[in-house]
């Protein structure tokens, strides 16, 4: 078996700077949640995920090994907190997923590891469960009865953990080892996705959404929907079977001569047009090549708009709107707008539109609570 991924992180639609922290490789898997004040936690969460991904070349060889990593990220990030003002007492939350090798005795297995309340999920045989357990105020509370689940996503005090890299010196991080199963899918999340999307609704999208990028990116898109309150982070892991790669043959040469001379002829036909429209051909293809996000101008009233086409024009070739959302600047949180005039760039009109989309639906849902009050 093998792992396949998808990764989608945002802002959120309130936050101007985005401390959430993520990596997304064959050895290894991590979110984090950075906090402390300006600068402080996007320094701690760079932190831990750098140090998970330098402890995971080659790969890790068991769970002790995937624990003295975070060890080492939670000692990297309390030193470096010690020597600066505007980053002392930055921390960061961590999950992460890391696949171990099958060995004479062991099939293979992969380890989730958690410290603070970013969370990972498993979704088998079409059933979500949460795999790691809250280290926060709430799930202390929760555990002990004295409030509901409902009542915990809505808790005021949600966001108070009780453990975190970098705050001391050594740090317990809580890890399971679980068998690789064919078809698993592992979710693993900052809190902005789940103090916004339910577990009934994140089951859902999982379910509806094959591909793991296409989940990944539809759960940031719909916290956002739901108000965006906090960067969101989502890494989607599943775990498919493993396919040889058939080798390539040797194509089998013509003998025909009248074949051959085709060949010839055919060549120098495409040499000759490459020659003559080939430069231009390639820049008109580079240049309406993908699509970016912007503002169709620099009015209150220009509209939030899909480009196709490269955010600069290139010669002659302009980008053109591919969707028109209907929604004015001066509808779009000051800071947001700003990002949307950097023109964020997309391989695809589905990953474009769904950005565009998560913005008018939380300018409609504000909208609407206007009108109530």
Not at 333 to 361: G, Q
Request: include cysteine.
């Amino acid at each position: 078996m093998k792992l396949v991924w998808g990764a989608a992180s945002h802002v959120g639609m309130l936050r101007q700077q985005n401390e959430d922290s993520f990596a997304a490789e064959e050895h290894v898997f991590v979110v984090a949640d950075g906090m402390g004040g300006h600068n402080a936690g996007e320094v701690a969460s760079a932190l831990a995920v750098a140090g998970m991904r330098e402890a995971a070349i080659g790969g890790f060889v068991s769970t002790e090994s995937v624990v003295e990593a975070v060890n080492a990220a939670n000692s990297a990030i309390h030193e470096a907190s010690g020597g600066t003002s505007e980053q002392r007492g930055m921390g960061t939350t961590l999950t992460a997923l890391a696949p171990l090798p099958a060995t004479s005795s062991e099939p293979q297995r992969v380890v989730v590891t958690n410290v603070g309340d970013s969370r990972a999920y498993l979704l088998r045989g079409g059933e979500l469960r949460q795999v790691s357990a809250d280290h926060s105020y709430v799930q202390e509370l929760l555990t002990e009865g004295l409030i509901t689940a409902d009542e915990a996503r809505v808790h005021p005090r949600r966001n108070i953990v009780t453990r975190a890299l970098g705050i001391e010196g050594d740090v317990n991080a809580d890890s399971w080892t679980l068998p690789m199963v064919l078809g698993d899918r592992y979710v693993l999340c900052s809190d902005g996705l789940v103090d916004e999307v339910d577990d009934t609704q994140i089951e859902l999208i999982l379910r509806s959404c094959p591909n793991p990028q296409q989940a990944a990116e539809q759960l940031v898109t719909t916290a956002n929907a739901n108000g965006g309150r906090d960067n969101v982070t989502v890494v989607v892991v599943d775990v498919v079977e493993r396919v040889a790669t058939p080798i390539p043959t040797s194509p089998v040469a013509p003998s025909s001569a009248a074949t051959s001379r085709r060949k010839r002829i055919l060549v120098v036909a495409a040499v000759l047009v490459l020659l003559a429209g080939g430069p231009i051909a390639a820049v008109g293809w580079y240049a309406r090549g993908g699509y970016y996000v912007g503002f169709d101008g620099r009015t209150e009233t220009a509209h939030l708009a899909v480009f196709k086409g490269r955010p600069e024009q290139i010669l002659w070739f302009r980008p053109t709107v591919a969707v028109d959302s209907g929604v004015e600047r001066q509808d779009v949180f000051p800071s947001l707008a700003e990002d949307i005039d950097n023109k964020p760039t997309y391989t695809s009109l589905a990953r474009a539109e769904a950005y565009v989309n998560s913005i008018r639906d939380v300018v409609a849902a504000q909208s609407e609570g206007s009108s109530d009050q």
